[in-house]
């Protein structure tokens, strides 16, 4: 199911961008900073982090297991947003943040385009199969459209995300050459599930766009909460390399075994390992005190590990006390 939609978003969005393409531009005021070439062209690569070791609290592994959504990016001028941080997001982006369910998001994108001219193309990168494993795709870049906006969702989630807003990839007369950013998970303000396998629970009303850290949302519940940790370690990273004029520019139309790497899905670096505390349940009421009448009894009372400790986390405390008391009903 998730191959076949893969299939049919990027079948939509090669003609999309065959007509976005064709769309005069317009220029806008803040983008006459950028006096570069007119074009450039980019590879990009997006990388899954999301490791068990990472990120042990909740970490999917079952119906479905750790995994990315397909990415769907925009060139854009500065009047166009595909999604703000502190903005509420539009109707497309939560029904692809909630669902991977790219076609309202993709007719925004068109509306922009064809209204305002704001958009210059539009470009997909393959689903990612597992929490880590690369993507790859190539884009065009036009100088009065030199913002970079991506989304892509983060598998099983309520309406969690990862991407970036508006990134330049000009600077003044020149394009970058090499730009890598780390990636860390955004909820987008329409569902208000805890953790990553929640049912649908409708934010009402809706939030804005908020990151989330380990210590927000401020709840135990939550899958990213880690109240030992100053800040979440990446859960995905992006690379961008300016593809050379000589080199041959051809927009993937659909997954090849060349923009995925499924075996093994090896991530560059060290593996990070974040301490995972067991958490308890509070204490259930004392039990009957049980002993001869006439002289002292014991009553016990118990708890249960709601998360086992993982990555050298605090250990379970003791899962059971007793006290000694005096026997009921004595005659």
């Not at 599930?193 to 380990?214: A, L, R």
């Not at 499924?262 to 060290?270: A, F, K, M, R, T």
């Amino acid at each position: 199911m998730e191959t076949m939609t893969s299939l049919r978003v990027n079948c939509w969005l090669t003609m999309t961008l065959a007509l976005l393409s064709g769309v005069p531009a317009m220029p806008v005021d803040v983008d006459r900073m950028c006096t570069a070439p007119s074009t450039a062209k980019y590879r990009l690569t997006f990388t899954g982090q999301w490791t068990q070791t990472a990120f042990p609290k909740h970490y999917p592994l079952y119906r479905p297991p750790a995994q990315w959504s397909p990415l769907i990016g925009v060139t854009h001028s500065s009047d166009y947003h595909l999604w703000q941080r502190n903005e509420y997001a539009s109707n497309g982006v939560r029904e692809f943040s909630e669902r991977a369910e790219a076609w309202t998001l993709i007719k925004e994108v068109e509306a922009a385009g064809e209204r305002i001219q704001s958009v210059y193309g539009l470009f997909s990168a393959p689903a990612v199969v597992a929490g880590t494993g690369h993507a790859t795709t190539e884009f065009e870049v036009f100088a009065r459209h030199s913002l970079l906006s991506f989304i892509v969702r983060i598998v099983p989630s309520p309406d969690w995300f990862i991407g970036v807003d508006s990134l330049n990839l000009c600077e003044g007369d020149h394009w970058k050459e090499n730009i890598s950013l780390e990636l860390y998970p955004y909820d987008a303000g329409t569902d208000s599930g805890f953790t990553f396998s929640s049912p649908n629970f409708e934010t009402i009303p809706q939030d804005k766009v908020t990151q989330i850290t380990s210590s927000f949302p401020s709840h135990p519940a939550n899958s990213f909460y880690y109240p030992r940790l100053k800040h979440l370690p990446p859960i995905a990273k992006v690379s961008l390399t300016k593809i050379k004029n000589n080199q041959i520019f051809s927009l993937p139309i659909q997954p090849t075994q060349s923009n995925q790497i499924p075996s093994g899905n090896e991530i560059d670096g060290p593996l990070i390992n974040t301490p995972l505390d067991c958490e308890v349940s509070v204490w259930s009421p004392w039990g009957l005190c049980k002993g001869q009448c006439g002289e002292k009894g014991v009553k016990h009372r118990t708890r249960y590990i709601h998360t086992h400790p993982a990555n050298n986390g605090a250990p379970c405390p003791s899962l059971e006390e007793k006290r000694l008391c005096i026997p009921d009903n004595c005659v």
